[in-house]
């Protein structure tokens, strides 16, 4: 998947066919609400996790494909963080396109797996109008419970497990971007995320284990939306997100900074990226010339940032 590209013209008209109001910047109107922008009472047949395997390839017109996970918090307090992304998503597909054209977009919803009836949603990657469409098929659940975390680290097993990347080919990495306002869970359960995914899930998914496999296919980031001053969380949330995260990759936003927060993390991780190719195709070009056969899976497996 991830064929075509972002327009601004594509998404105004997308937009305007389904009755929505965009600025002249290409912004959906801030008047609109999550209960406005997500309308869907379910979860949608095309963001089922169950048995699926999402690809993120090259083309002609990406030939070095750039898998980008964005995953929403979807319980009750991360309404209004989520119809930002919404309304914001043209600004932020334009201003990625004028330096990283090769960008995929998988959109996630994630919730609570000990409470919640959709759990887990999950997208095609892609690059153009069907970004918003996906988008539009999320479901708000406004769920979660009172265990005092959400099931985040589902973004990291669905990347880990359900998806297959052309840019391992290169040596690179995808990247996972959360969103919420809640603590890093511990664990993942094993029955609802058995039930949510269909996977064989036999014991629980522990973070720490989980985070360590992921990090070898994905940049891993976070974004804690903070609601209002004095964000009682916060100190939490550092705790939790600190012992797993690299330094800088645990970031503070207010809703209203979430677009520049997501262009920002995948503009660095593209530049990053594209250096990490480079060393990985000079060590082929290397080995050629020596008969070793170590390669670029030599080279990925030695890589930090």
Known sequence: MGYG??????????????????????????????????RQYGLHPRLDPRNVMRECCDSAEHPESIPVILALDVTGSMGPASAQVARKMNEVMTRLYDSVRD???MIMGIGDLAYDRAPIQISQFESDIRIAEQLDLVYMEHGGGSN???????????????????CRKRGA???????GDEPLNPYLPAQPLAAATGDAVQTDIETDGLYNETIRKYDIWHLHVNHRAGDPWWPRVQESFGTQLPQGHLVNVTVEEISDAIVRIVTAHSEKQRGETAICRDAGRDDEKTGSKTGMAGIGNVITW
């Open 5 to 38: 590209r972002w327009t601004r013209s594509e998404f105004i008209s997308y937009s305007t066919k389904n009755g929505r109001i965009v600025t002249a910047d290409g912004t959906l109107d801030s008047r609109y609400t999550d209960g406005q922008l997500f």
């Open 103 to 105: 960008v995929e977009f």
């Open 148 to 166: 005092l975390f959400e099931s985040y680290t589902a973004a990291w097993y669905m990347g880990l497990h359900h998806t297959r990347l052309d």
């Open 173 to 179: 990495r995808g990247l996972i971007i959360t969103m």
